[in-house]
Each structure stands twice: as structure tokens, then as C-alpha cells.
T-cell receptor, first 116, second 110 residues
């Protein structure tokens, strides 16, 4: 149980284009999904918290107009990196918490974004 | 402020026991989590402690002392595949966000 999927697993794009990453909870309803970014040899950096049907809450220093988050249902959240630049190249990971359970977060497999 | 400390790197021998410590100072506390992360992969959930004491799960055990703001992850009968980063995280406050430590990179040697 508590399986989270992400798509795509990796993507290479040109500078200036937009990339959409999907995060799905496969066998549970996720009240909250989280989006993280991780640079090589560094820990997870929380970008935003996404609650179904409401606007995402962004962490300080994260541009909400650049990283668009949509959480349209209890099983799907999307992160769109708009006008991507090489410095946005990173490992993007989503996680989800089970409704009414502990704060345990279950992570998706991650998406490796490379911006040329 | 929010602060979680754990050693940056550790080395241990296959078959041995290793203890990874974590100390925390957070404004709220809803539980302490340990995750394992292999290079290039996402973290996988290992354990959750919300009450003081030891939680055992196979080769892995996790301990919590809330009064001391301290936890450890104990790995027994180490295997080469245990080489990974181990992340300590605290759930705190009114939100269900997790605050992660920087992780401990464990290298298991033959």
C-alpha cells in the first residue's frame, strides 16, 4: 500500500520551455501532496505544500509563478516548471500523506529534469 | 528556529551494527521519521516514532527521547545494500510538513 507514482521519470528540455510533472497516489487518497527539489549530494528542499482543491502554499524563496502547482483531485497533483532554465535542472520529488493517518509521507520515484 | 542535526558520513563493516544519531530542535513535534535514500532514487519510509522508546522492525530499530530531542536509527547485520543516505525528519506544528535533516551517508564496506 501507499504507492506514489511520478511521470515522467526523466525529462530533457530546451531553455525557455515548460515542463509538467505528474504525481499520483495509486492506492490511497492523498489529502496533501508535497513537492521537493534535491540537488546533488544535498538533502530534500521543500518547495510547496499542495492541498486538494485549494491553492498551494509555497516555501520562502520559491517563485509561485515559475513553479505552478495544481492539485485537482485526491490522487493527482502536477508541478509545471515554466520557462525552465539550466539552473532549474534538478531532481524533483513529490510525496503524499494518507488521509486521516499520521504525517508519514510516501515519496514518488522522482523526476530528473535537465534543462539544456 | 528549526534545526535537525545528524552526522554527514559514517562507515561500517558488513555484518556489523551501526547507530545513526539525530538531534532536533523544532517549534512543534508530531513524530520523528527515518527514511532511506539510495543515490539517484527517492526516499523510502523506514520508521516512525511519536512516543519515547524503541521501535523494532526487522534489522532496523529506531529510538526516540522527546525530552532530549534525540533519536537514533540502529541497523543490525549490515549488508552492502544498506549503503545509502539516511534522512531524519520531524513532523511538527499545525501543518503536516516534515523538516528534514541533511542526511547521513552510510558506506558499508566488506
Amino acid at each position: 500500500g501507499a504507492v506514489v507514482s511520478q511521470h515522467p521519470s526523466w525529462v530533457i528540455c530546451k531553455s525557455g520551455t515548460s515542463v509538467k510533472i505528474e504525481c499520483r497516489s495509486l492506492d490511497f487518497q492523498a489529502t496533501t501532496m508535497f513537492w521537493y527539489r534535491q540537488f546533488p549530494k544535498q538533502s530534500l528542499m521543500l518547495m510547496a505544500t499542495s492541498n486538494e482543491g485549494s491553492k498551494a502554499t509555497y516555501e520562502q524563496g520559491v517563485e509561485k509563478d515559475k513553479f505552478l502547482i495544481n492539485h485537482a483531485s485526491l490522487t493527482l497533483s502536477t508541478l509545471t516548471v515554466t520557462s525552465a532554465h539550466p539552473e532549474d535542472s534538478s531532481f524533483y520529488i513529490c510525496s503524499a500523506t494518507d488521509r486521516g493517518y499520521t504525517d508519514t509521507q510516501y515519496f514518488g520515484p522522482g523526476t530528473r529534469l535537465t534543462v539544456l | 528556529g528549526q534545526n535537525i542535526d545528524q552526522p554527514t558520513e559514517m562507515t561500517a563493516t558488513e555484518g556489523a551494527i551501526v547507530q545513526i544519531n539525530c538531534t532536533y530542535q523544532t517549534s512543534g513535534f508530531n513524530g520523528l521519521f527515518w527514511y532511506q535514500q539510495h543515490a539517484g532514487e527517492a526516499p523510502t519510509f523506514l520508521s516512525y516514532n511519536v512516543l519515547d522508546g524503541l521501535e523494532e522492525k526487522g534489522r532496523f530499530s529506531s529510538f526516540l527521547s522527546r525530552s532530549k530531542g534525540y533519536s537514533y536509527l540502529l541497523l543490525k547485520e549490515l549488508q552492502m545494500k544498506d549503503s545509502a543516505s539516511y534522512l531524519c525528519a520531524v513532523g511538527g506544528g499545525a501543518t503536516n510538513k516534515l523538516i528534514f535533516g541533511t542526511g547521513t551517508l552510510l558506506a558499508v564496506q566488506p
